[in-house]
């Protein structure tokens, strides 16, 4: 009986190596199969498309999205009424047209074929629904918040006690709604606001009790959408698996299966060489700066660059250093062009305010602090800084990139005389110390903003306003800059306020880096692109 | 037995109270909360003040507990926070995988435990010995994140015959094979600690046992040496290997965190790691009571397996 056991062991070794061997074979004859389809014919399509992000997937809730690549995907679901393309500017998407005579009521149109999968049309109630769910104060959604200046509503974007529908949304026919708004405003203020709004379905959703729509089946696995693919399996953590939507108003897509897959950054470039991505969404699954040479001299992929969108900057707890010029020091220590050149590989641009060269209302006239230490020391002494104080400087975790700049900045810092600190939070804790200002210089990454508007960042009080920033002269020029409905009087306001931005220093940015990305050769249709990718997504096409 | 079963059942329930107590607090006390990773630069704080009054968390600390408390006894975890699924659907799909990884490397662990075990403790100090207490050292002491990357790089990139990591192949997640192929890699890695572990256990306790009068008597007997070890010694060895077993079943269930990480395995291990990243009270409550309440159960079991596998045991 014994040396039956040893048997079985043995016999059961040689199996499990003869099963390993096995494996191996069947994965060199798929891939050389896949190298004969290519060679020869440029008609066999593939039928499924996957892309890699590296942030696992909160929620595709159409109203309570919050990171994104939640909203990204569920934008796929559901059409918002404009995207905006990687030049900002607005497409239509659900909307055919956005009209205005007197920057206080716009005329929107819906796509006179747009309809939802269960084949009912998507009509102007459906949005008045979405409003009133966006803005009902029982219902968990990401709300309204800019739009608080739509007729109707209060301050926070929410309808007042009692209330129960916006009354700036006013229903002309099936396809058409006007928005009015309390005072005149920028029409691209609106627009700017209007692209994270995804219209969802009141004939499946109108009955349900507000309060708990955020845990409604629905809201975790949408079943009826109006966007070009339809949901099939969601798990945020791995994978989001999608289907073509045949009967999509904007055309039918050309490939049956979209996945997302989620993957770490590391392995990102493996994946691609092997195949198993197609290409990446930059936004949240870039190809790590140090994987950028590999990609290049890949024979299979292409490496396709970003653009400077999103930026990192560093508050400057304005408690602490009360003193411009100490900030402005501070500024003058930092060896940016170090950073980009050496740690980015060239693979950003240095800015120093809140907009991106690619910002329309980017002040091309403000020269940008230099590298200048000894000029930082001499406004450390006039300032009259006690160099011996620690600075506490907060770095959050998870972006590499981010954490060794960290290091040099401090290195840079302590060459000026100062005593620097580096403490590395997880980002719940960073986000608290950060709102409670405990922290004297803070890092944090940037996302764009379409609109100008930046009184969340710098205005008093404003929920970013993390370095406690608070000069009236700039909360006038903020209010006055988002009230302005003409586009060219605004640029001479946010000008003013780059201006003074620039000489006060409550933020430093450090640099503006280019997302990259990476495409298969056998994707005919599709390139990765932070802005705009998704809008075409119906056209997609692969090689098989 | 009865009776002794139930009084141990009956002293769980203070001791789980005691621990989810404890848990509460420590997980409250952890900087940060579910609503601070909302923030985006647009959100107002008095809006953000409205999200936590709705997750009841401005209540008094107490008022939370017994709430969550009170939801527990009718069998209700609550609801996560970062996806909104009930915590009991968010854990019960985590399960699976984890089960699946952590009992398949334990019994492979044992299989090749075992035999290495019994052949290096009948030849002691021989050659075969020193390469097995050798090899089970460096079983033991290799980290598995490093472990984890060098077979991904040998056996994912170098060789590409097994994947980097995941549970399946994007669209092929009912194929059986496919599965298998992908458990290997973490499986290997979980295994090679466990058996590392294991070849020592095995070691030492049978080592124990061969030294013992009764054996001295068998082979009086004339039995042979074999039949010796295999049959009345190595029976009288296993019995502490089995509380070692017993006691290691609840950290099974727990995930292998680091394992999972570096395979991207979605299981319980990633899913802790996630729910303490985006403060996720109600899974974090839901994962710290199971534990707890695995490692209860788990040395129940154990002490009423003894009391079968050794007739010196009675539990009164």
Not at chain 1, 243 to 262: I, M, Q, S
Not at chain 1, 315 to 322: A, H, L, S
Not at chain 2, 201 to 218: I, N
Request: hydrophobic share 40%; charged share 20%.
């Amino acid at each position: 009986m014994r040396i039956g056991k040893v048997k079985f062991l043995t016999i059961f070794s040689i199996a499990l190596l003869l099963f390993l061997s096995a494996c191996s074979g069947t994965n060199e004859t798929s891939s050389s199969s896949k190298d004969k389809g290519k060679g020869n014919t440029a008609a066999s399509l593939g039928d499924t498309i996957v892309v890699g992000v590296s942030n696992a997937i909160g929620t595709l809730n159409p109203i309570n999205a919050r990171d994104l690549g939640a909203m990204t995907l569920s934008s796929i679901l559901f059409d918002p009424f404009f995207e905006l393309n990687e030049n900002m500017e607005f497409q239509f998407k659900l909307a055919e047209s956005f009209e205005t005579k007197d920057n206080q009521a716009f005329t929107i149109k819906l796509n006179s074929k747009a309809n939802w999968t269960d084949g009912k049309p998507v009509t102007t109630e459906d949005v008045k629904f979405t409003f009133d769910t966006l803005a009902n104060p029982a219902v968990q959604s990401v709300g309204l918040k800019t739009l608080n200046i739509i007729e109707g509503l209060d301050d926070n974007g929410q309808l007042p006690k009692g209330e129960k529908t916006v009354k700036g949304i006013e229903i002309v026919d099936e396809k058409t709604f006007i928005i009015h708004t309390k005072k005149p405003t920028d029409p691209n203020y609106i627009k700017g606001n209007l692209i994270n709004i995804r219209t969802i379905p009141s004939h499946i959703l109108k009955d349900k009790d507000p309060a708990k729509l955020h845990q409604d089946p629905f809201m975790l696995k949408p079943t009826v959408t109006d966007g070009a693919y339809t949901l099939v399996n969601f798990k945020g953590e791995t994978q989001v698996e999608y289907k073509a939507n045949p009967d999509y108003y904007r055309g039918a897509p050309k490939t049956e299966k979209l996945f997302f897959k989620v993957v770490p950054q590391a392995n990102m470039t493996a994946q691609l060489q092997t195949g198993e991505i197609h290409l990446n969404y930059p936004s949240t699954g870039a190809i790590a700066i140090q994987d950028v040479e590999k990609v290049k001299n890949m024979a299979n992929v292409e490496a396709v660059d970003g653009k400077g969108y999103d930026y990192q900057e560093i508050y400057m707890n304005t408690k602490t250093f009360t003193d411009p010029k100490m900030r402005q020091a501070i500024a003058y220590a930092i060896n940016r062009p170090q950073i980009v050149d050496k740690l980015l590989k060239g693979k950003a641009e240095i800015i120093d305010g809140p907009y991106t060269k690619l910002h329309p209302y980017f002040d091309k006239d403000i020269k940008n602090y230099e590298y200048d230490p000894e000029k930082a020391k001499k406004l450390i002494e006039e300032s009259g800084w006690d160099k011996s104080k620690p600075i506490r400087v907060n770095v959050p975790i998870g972006n590499q990139v981010r954490e060794q700049s960290a290091v040099i900045i401090a290195e840079n810092l302590k060459a000026v005389g100062l005593n620097v600190q580096i403490q590395k939070f997880d980002f719940p804790t960073h986000m608290q110390k950060g709102a409670k200002h405990d922290f004297d210089l803070m890092f944090l990454g940037i996302p764009y903003q379409v609109d100008p508007d930046v009184s969340a960042f710098y205005g008093t009080g404003g929920p970013y306003n993390f370095a406690g920033y608070s000069n009236p002269e700039l909360d006038e020029l903020l209010n006055k800059g988002k009230l302005e409905p003409n586009p060219e009087n605004r640029r001479v306001i946010y000008n003013k306020v780059q201006e003074i931005l620039h000489e006060d220093v409550p933020t430093i940015s450090l640099y503006s880096d280019y997302l990259m990305g990476a495409v298969s050769k056998k994707v005919k249709v599709g390139l990765p692109k932070q802005f705009g990718m998704f809008y075409n997504v119906q056209d997609w096409v692969v090689q098989k | 037995m009865v009776p002794y079963i139930i009084r141990r059942l009956l002293i769980a329930i203070p001791v789980l109270f005691g621990v989810t107590i404890v848990n509460f607090i420590i997980i409250n006390m952890a900087p940060g909360n579910p609503v601070d990773m909302y923030v985006d630069p647009n959100t107002s704080q008095e809006l953000l003040n409205l999200r936590k009054e709705q997750l009841g968390l401005n209540d008094p600390l107490w008022v939370q507990f017994f709430h969550w408390l009170g939801n527990l006894v009718q069998g209700n975890l609550g609801y996560s926070f970062s996806t909104y699924e009930p915590v009991s659907k968010v854990i019960l799909e985590r399960i699976g995988p984890t089960f699946q990884l952590t009992f398949l490397a334990l019994i492979i662990g044992l299989i090749i435990a075992l035999p290495i075990g019994i052949i290096s403790a009948v030849k002691q100090y021989s050659k075969l010995d020193y390469l097995a207490t050798g090899t089970s050292f460096f079983g033991i002491s290799i980290p598995h994140f490093f472990l984890g990357l060098g077979l991904i790089y040998i056996f994912a990139v170098q060789l590409q015959w097994l994947p980097a990591g995941g549970m399946s192949t994007l669209g092929s997640e009912d194929d059986f094979f496919d599965k298998i192929k992908h458990l290997i890699l973490p499986v290997m890695v979980l295994a090679v600690g466990i058996a590392g572990q294991y070849v020592r256990y095995v070691r030492a306790s049978l080592l124990e046992v061969l030294g013992q009068d009764y054996l001295r008597t068998a082979r009086a007997k004339g039995l042979k040496e074999i039949v010796i070890t295999n049959k009345h010694a190595l029976k009288n060895a296993l019995i502490p290997i089995i509380t070692i077993i017993g006691l290691e079943i609840p950290f099974l269930l727990g995930g292998a965190v680091i394992t999972e990480q570096v395979f991207q395995w979605p299981g319980m291990g990633q899913l802790t790691i996630q729910s303490i990243m985006s403060r996720d009270y109600p899974t974090l409550m839901a994962l710290n009571l199971l534990t707890a309440f695995m490692v209860l159960f788990a040395n129940l079991f154990t002490d009423i397996l003894y009391s079968f596998v050794d007739p010196r045991i009675k539990y009164k």
